[in-house]
């Protein structure tokens, strides 16, 4: 039997058959608004209310005001980091060439605090600063995802941006290398604008491969696996 992660998502672990295999790299792939950034901080104030320890990285968003965004869910994420169950760290982007100091701080956090849950997000934004050769960019990706994969103890989620209309995540590499791929979007339906859940890939579990209402609320998100959408 696979160990699973229980993601903390009410109506995500049905779709996986349980939960994500354990030690999974797992990219979660939207645009703007679409509720990545929720659904990581549900999974990880889960896991540290089971007692795990969990790390965020934010390559964004201030660690205040992402604080600060989530209590509007329910999730006290300072109460974890007091209680030593949660790291919570700004890296920004780094200046062009200097993408390794990044990874050197992310593998440190993971060597010191030992996490058994991380995210990273965004994940893509380490691309933004790299030289524009496709190349060098999938070389960086495959570095870092080595080096997270590298981590069997962890079981670690990949924030990707993914633009309006844009078919490939990332540099395409990410695709191939990731153990899982999740994929928040929208749908219309006539003028009202949903939100649906795709689970492209997962190794290691059977999975939904229909695309799955998801929805915003008070407690973050909640997904209804009984409810497929067609595009």
């Not at 981590?151 to 844009?166: F, M, N, P, R, S």
């Not at 990410?174 to 791929?181: K, Q, T, V």
């Amino acid at each position: 039997m696979t160990e699973r992660v229980p993601s903390g998502v009410p109506g995500f672990d049905s779709l996986l058959d349980g939960g994500i295999p354990a030690g999974n790299v797992v990219l979660l792939a939207g645009r703007a608004g679409t509720g990545k950034s929720i659904f990581c901080a549900q999974y990880l104030s889960h896991g540290s209310k089971l007692g795990e320890k969990t790390l965020y990285v934010s390559l964004v968003e201030d660690k205040g005001r992402f604080i600060r965004n989530m209590k509007r869910f329910g999730l006290d994420l300072d109460d974890m980091e007091a209680k030593g169950l949660m790291k919570i760290l700004n890296i920004p982007i780094p200046p062009a060439g200097q993408q390794n100091t990044v990874v050197e701080q992310i593998a440190k956090a993971f060597d010191e605090f030992k996490p058994s849950r991380a995210v990273l997000d965004p994940f893509s934004a380490l691309t933004i600063s790299i030289s524009s050769n496709k190349s060098d960019s999938q070389a960086f990706v495959h570095s870092l995802l080595s080096n997270l994969s590298s981590h069997e103890y962890c079981t670690t989620i990949l924030v990707c941006e993914v633009g309006a209309g844009a078919d490939q995540i990332g540099t395409g590499i990410e695709e191939y290398m990731a153990d899982g791929i999740v994929v928040f979007y929208y749908l219309m339906r006539g003028k009202a604008k949903i939100k649906a859940v795709e689970i492209r890939k997962m190794r290691g579990t059977k999975h939904s491969n229909q695309a799955i209402l998801l929805e915003i609320t008070e407690e973050g998100i909640v997904i209804d696996p009984d409810i497929e959408l067609t595009s």
